[in-house]
């Protein structure tokens, strides 16, 4: 999952507008982009299988806002890093609202729901934003708000194996409450005094929300028992991976794009990764892929890219 979300954001490419061609490099990090994000998902079935969720969760973004972190004095110089108490509060607030809620409640319910459905429950996101902006006196085309009709038609749909019993409807409703707060963490970052420079308040999200995650799992009692060396080397791998691809590549080619591209394509993301996320979780773990999953699933992409293309006209 993304830390920010362009369907109520602004971005522009003039290099890419301006001629209507699209350089390599465009194409190369909307490619990963496509790739990386949409195999986040499987990465976080595969850390779960043998390691604690919200402990995991909290390990990896803390690591990563670090690294990051690194990474901004590195390239920017330590005065980037600089951030006021507002700025800091706001970055927090984020943080909790995108790594906590979003991505904690992810990770968690992916020890019951299978990676690519959990994939097509988040691809709802866009819609959420629509639903908040509606509520907050914006007033979206009829086309938009349609989309978003459509879509609750497709997560209706996706509830299938949970009320079926095929899967935990918990899990099911997690990643769906997990969706409404990465909703509400995006559609409030514009809104908020957050650092200027995008990967220090990103680097700060990260770890405030990572330790959140940690006194979260703390809670829950994550710690007794634990065992690192009962951790398989597949989830120790899958957790670096989402560290060090799914974090910081990732969050950069996005941040990137969001400066070199145009918004329209650049909001592709949101139902390719999910198409991805099926694949992968279908071919390397063997998922099975049920008629509600097919069904709702198309439904939510093609709902989701109604609302996208029609919001790139505005």
Do not use: C
Not at 23 to 33: E, S, Y
Not at 45 to 71: H, Q
């Amino acid at each position: 999952m993304s830390t920010s979300t362009p369907v109520d954001g602004k971005a522009s490419g003039p290099a890419t507008t301006a001629r209507g061609r699209i350089p390599g490099a465009v194409w190369a990090a909307l490619a990963v982009v496509y790739v990386v994000w949409g195999s986040t998902y499987l990465g976080i079935r595969i850390v779960v299988e043998t390691m604690p969720p919200f402990l995991s969760a909290g390990a990896r973004f803390i690591t990563a806002g670090l690294l990051l972190s690194a990474v901004v004095a590195w390239r920017y110089g330590p005065a980037a890093l600089r951030a006021t108490r507002a700025q800091l509060g706001s970055a927090a607030l984020v943080g909790l609202l995108l790594i906590l809620g979003g991505n904690g409640l992810v990770v968690l319910a992916e020890t019951s729901v299978p990676s690519g459905l959990a994939a097509l429950l988040v691809a709802a996101v866009p819609m959420w934003v629509v639903v908040l902006r509606t509520s907050s006196g914006d007033r979206p085309p009829l086309r938009t708000l349609a989309g978003v009709l459509v879509g609750l038609a497709g997560l209706a749909v996706l509830t299938g194996p949970g009320l079926s019993g095929e899967v935990r409807l918990s899990g099911v409703l997690l990643v769906v409450a997990a969706s409404v707060l990465w909703s509400l963490g995006s559609f409030s970052a514009p809104r908020l005094r957050l650092p200027a420079n995008p990967f220090t308040g990103s680097a700060y999200q990260m770890v405030a929300g990572g330790v959140a995650a940690v006194v979260v799992g703390l809670l829950r009692g994550e710690h007794r028992g634990l065992d690192p060396a009962a951790f398989s080397t597949a989830s120790w791998l899958a957790l670096g991976y989402l560290t060090i691809v799914g974090s910081l590549v990732g969050f950069t080619a996005y941040v990137w794009l969001l400066q070199a591209a145009p918004l329209s394509l650049v909001s592709t993301y949101a139902y390719v990764n999910p198409v991805v996320a099926v694949a992968l979780g279908t071919l390397i773990l063997d998922e099975a892929l049920t008629w509600p999953i097919l069904v709702g699933g198309a439904i939510v992409v093609a709902a989701v890219g109604v609302i996208v293309s029609t919001e790139r006209r505005k």
